[in-house]
């Protein structure tokens, strides 16, 4: 079985559905400090790789150029929930960009924050591309294409030489070629690439602590980080595990989901990645189990755990408003909570008591 | 592993995501007839017992005393999407009682059916009850209550004559006594028994043709597969894998859906019951594996298949509208599709050719 039980849910104590999953915890040097599952299957990152695919916006100089601030560069590795500020940013941006909604190639959707989806529906309009939740990683896309002089109207195909570019930047992150591997086509038209999920687990690992990297790209992964734990709300949304996570912790850990079940964690004071994949590409259970690995790690604090109780094992609320249900870690697969092996004990030292501050 | 590999989501021809369930398929005997997975498994069958629990409605005659027809009983075996067709007959129903949709214990949510739900919103209206997709049960346990003199307002709870008198129903057909299972509170707020898959599969086979049961709740099984056949629209909506299913087949497959990955299909003429978790509760592909199961055993006909292809592996289109991937069954779990054990064939011709017809 290449995958272990991570998750359950349950009516009224008994288990009503199981989550599988794998998941990777890798160390900046790329060694692996603990597994569960099979690490070697092949996964669609997804949008998991957005702070990933930003790097070029800084270190090409164009939001130097276009003088993008924090909330711009959170946009930029967002998923975000389409509410209000999302829509805003996304628009004076491709303004700034002197450009319209119609450069964008994602398509036009509702926003996926259903109060905002509801507002829109009630005063008579649709969804469209701004609401996307790609749409801040599309400007940024725009944003590179301009400041290289590439063509705008063809940036979301593989062969465009911005989309070559990211390829090699990930490649670079994830110690692997790119191009040897399935490149799929994402949700919002750009390239999906494949890779083994541990090789998604040491290119968060080096996004966390970018060492072995050339000091431009370091010092572009850096600026990301400090913009992401600037704005979190704008990698995210109001209530959204992404952007609670990175808020909690003041940017201790730099969570980033993708589409079908993924989820990754950077955290950069103890040099560290995460990335894990739910099999069945579920999104109600990949923060579960990250947040019951983070735990194991001794990455939260007690009150960065009571603050994100809501994440941790979500109830399940019926129609007349009644609890008749959680989702939790299942018991089986990780040590008593809290713990953490001796080698990693001496990871924690190393990395110094910094997230115990978060 | 309880669970066997059923349904793979693939983007452009790499498997991105994998469903594990387990499945039986049992004959009015109670006999298992192939099975995969763990069938000894305990699950909730949700509103997969929703035929079995419209039972009461006919041969307490209550549904005679109210004159409801086909669209009614359909409706009372439903999770229906919502549309306007069955809140039409869902208020038409309460009115023919003399209650209102107060009476009605399931929560205000929006209509499942996409398009209904936005419609109501660009009208500035919100959720009812009369649009939960359990309304048209919640109609029939308020008929039956009302035509056995029993209390109206505690139809829902647990202890209520009428919920007593359903798992009675239940255990009969389950041959089971679900009192002595766990029993949680489902999403509208009545009771959701558990028992294992197994069972759950002998109770659609006895559905399907029940034998060694007594006449008067025969007849009142036989009148609720005639009432979904004629009006298979009523028990889910438009595009639905249910209603086509149950039209496309004529009535020679009936079939219901349950949360959190629940499928079950009774074959009337062969006198089989299958039963279906997918482990991880995914709606997406329990229709999936449900159709290669029918494709399996032989009772779908190449024109049905044909008309139910936007069910068998559905694509996944992107916001572009580009195809980029598909939902299909594992190619492990199922010998080639279309052929059936010697045992099966027997079977077959037992039950007559009248399903090749449908």
Known sequence: ???????????????????????????????????????????FPRSALKPMLAIHLVESGASEQ??????????????????QIH??????????????????????VLPEHT?????????GQTGCRIHHNCSGKHAGFLTTALHLNMPLD??????????????AILSDLADIDLKQHPIGIDGCGLPAPT????????????FARPVDISDYRAQAIYRLHEAIANE????????????????????????????????????????????????DGSARARSVALLAILDHLGALSDKDKHKLRAHTSPRIVNSRGLAV??????????????????????????????????
Chains 1, 2 share one sequence.
């Open 325 to 358: 249900g959680e989702i939790r870690p299942a018991a089986s697969w990780l040590p008593k909570q809290g713990s953490c092996s001796a080698e990693l004990s001496c990871m924690l030292h190393e990395g110094g008591p910094s997230f115990h501050d978060a």
């Open 115 to 123: 109060e905002s989806a509801h507002k829109l529906l009630a005063s």
């Open 66 to 83: 276009y003088c993008l601030g924090d909330a711009e560069l959170s946009l930029a590795c967002s998923s975000h929930q389409g509410e």
């Open 232 to 279: 979190p709300l704008y990698i995210g949304g109001h209530g959204s595990v992404v952007s609670e996570l990175n808020e909690v912790t003041k940017g201790s850990v730099l969570a980033k989901t993708g589409a079908e079940g993924i989820i990754t964690a950077a955290i950069p004071s103890m040099g560290l990645g995460i990335a894990l994949k739910i099999a």
């Open 87 to 108: 829509q805003t940013l996304v628009e004076s941006w491709l303004n700034r960009l002197g450009l319209t909604e119609d450069y964008l190639a994602c398509g036009a």
């Open 195 to 206: 890779m083994p999920l541990l090789q998604l687990g040491r290119a968060i690992a080096r």
């Open 154 to 167: 063809t940036y979301h195909l593989v062969d465009h030489p911005l989309q070559q570019l990211s390829l």
């Open 1 to 43: 079985m290449p995958y272990e039980l991570l998750v359950e849910v349950t009516r009224n104590d008994t288990v009503e559905s199981r989550h599988f999953g794998a998941a990777v915890v890798c160390d900046y040097r790329g060694d692996v400090v603990e597994s569960w599952g099979n690490i070697d299957s092949l996964v």
